[in-house]
DNA sequence: TATGATGATTGTTG
DNA sequence: CAACAATCATCATA
């Protein structure tokens, strides 16, 4: 109730105000009547509306005049204490449900995942350790480095237009609220404005604000994410390896087409030589090993010809290493960088010709010396006349290496299995013992 | 543009 | 965990 008289008395004070702005001292005092009397009221708002109406018409010095004789009111200070009173008993009621400031955990979001990116963490750092962190995840240190820097380069571009948006929307949010602020205090001067008031607004613009920051940080995470899946779904952008590269995968493949299974070392060289990912070597493998054996016949040419290559090159080969064993001692190993490996596949290669019935037949990978490769490849080159002929006609290879269920035979383990067509003038001195 | 080849991924298995 | 099998998505070519 007591409530109700004060509010009453400002109202009234209001109108009392409003009277003297827009009439000035001039103006004749209001009608003395209460509510009860229509046409008093009606008669009052007939002279307000006047007043408003004819208020330009008024010189500037003279509207100056009544600001200031407003101003210097000597009720206006208890006037505004009071207007402020009530607006914050009113208005907080009003704005309360707006103003409770939640954490925003979509916002904690955001800013987690574009820390974690090394978009909004610190400078070089950040990207370079999510791009590496990418980089191990689709597990390649050499052949990613141009996409990875490609990748990184965009990486920053983002980071960078994200900064400057940022920058840009800061300073557009502390301009706005020194300009809002101004204006509040300015303002205050002519009607009620509470400091509180002006930093409730200033807390309104900054959450208008930081609502449009929000946005950016969105639109900044989906870039992000459609970065990351452009290049990082290698998927997305298969490339054929080179030429060269399946050359190398494929004459290794064949060689040892009784075992292919590259050990980690193998793979590791095969990678090298490449220049694919050891994990790629391993998924061609795999490919490799599968479609082969689901469609040997359709492979029947292409083993032709890397055997045929490989008995060429391991023919050379030995022929070098024939040599040397001849002018050197007969220990020496092999000289060729590459040639170990090509006369290692040699003597699997003769392996599989010895096989073509099929059986089974298991042999150790390691253990092989140069002369054993001699023996081998000697036999090769005094059957150098078939070879041409198995190109021709009879397939040199055959899923030797394969058993019955369409399985490799596990060829690591050595066995004491000897060929059941391996005569006493046997090659196979490669046979573990 | 249809089609086969091919590198990569995913889910399963031993 | 490596290998396999199925599958996907892209590349290359007729």
Redesign the pocket.
């Known amino acids: 109730m007591d409530e109700q008289a004060r509010i009453m008395q400002a109202l009234g004070g209001v109108s009392l105000a409003g009277h003297s702005v827009q009439g000035g001292m001039a103006l004749p005092p209001p009608h003395g009547h209460d509510g009860t009397d229509g046409d008093g009221r009606k008669q009052d708002i007939g002279d307000i509306l006047h007043q408003i109406m004819t208020i330009t018409d008024q010189s500037l010095d003279e509207a100056q005049a009544k600001k200031h004789g407003l101003n210097c009111h000597r009720m206006k200070p208890a006037l505004f204490s009071v207007l402020c009173e009530i607006k914050e008993k009113t208005g907080l009621s009003i704005r309360g449900a707006q103003e409770e400031d939640s954490p925003d955990p979509q916002l904690m979001r955001l800013d987690n995942m574009l820390l974690a990116e090394g978009v909004s963490g610190p400078e070089k750092g950040g990207g370079s350790a999510a791009a590496a962190a990418a980089a191990a995840a689709?597990g390649s240190p050499t052949d990613n480095s141009i996409e990875h820097s490609d990748y990184r380069a965009k990486l920053s571009q983002i980071r960078q237009i994200y900064h400057t948006e940022l920058e840009k929307y800061e300073q557009a949010c502390n301009e706005f609220t020194t300009h809002v602020m101004n204006l509040l205090r300015e303002q205050s001067r002519t009607r009620p404005i509470s400091p509180k008031e002006i930093e409730r607004m200033v807390s309104i613009i900054h959450r208008k604000f930081s609502s449009i920051q929000m946005q950016l940080k969105q639109s900044t995470c989906e870039a992000v994410m459609i970065l990351r899946s452009r290049f990082l779904?290698?998927?997305?952008?298969?490339?054929?390896?080179s030429k060269q590269?399946?050359e190398i995968?494929n004459e290794y493949f064949y060689s040892h087409l009784s075992n292919p299974?590259p050990s980690?070392e193998a793979k590791e060289e095969l990678a090298k030589k490449c220049s694919?990912?050891v994990?790629?070597v391993?998924?061609?493998?795999?490919?490799?090993?599968?479609?082969y054996?689901?469609n040997i016949g359709?492979f029947q040419e292409e083993a032709n010809l890397y055997a045929a290559k490989t008995a060429v090159t391991a023919a050379h080969a030995v022929a070098a290493a024939v040599q040397n064993s001849q002018t050197n001692s007969p220990t020496t190993p092999n000289s060729g960088s590459s040639g170990s490996f090509n006369l290692l596949n040699s003597g699997d290669m003769f392996m599989s010709m010895q096989n073509l019935n099929g059986d089974s037949y298991q042999r150790a990978q390691v253990g092989a010396n140069v002369q054993s490769q001699v023996d081998t490849l000697r036999h090769v080159i005094s059957q150098t006349a078939g070879y041409n002929d198995a190109l021709g006609g009879n397939p040199m290879y055959s899923p030797h290496g394969l058993n019955g269920n369409?399985?490799?035979q596990d060829a690591t383990t050595p066995s004491s299995v000897i060929s059941p067509i391996e005569g006493p003038g046997s090659v196979h001195s490669d046979t573990s013992n």
């Open positions: 689709t779904d290698a998927r997305r952008k298969r490339r054929n390896f590269a399946t995968l299974y980690e694919i990912t994990s790629q391993s998924n061609w493998f795999g490919n490799k090993r599968i479609r054996k689901k359709k369409g399985g490799w």
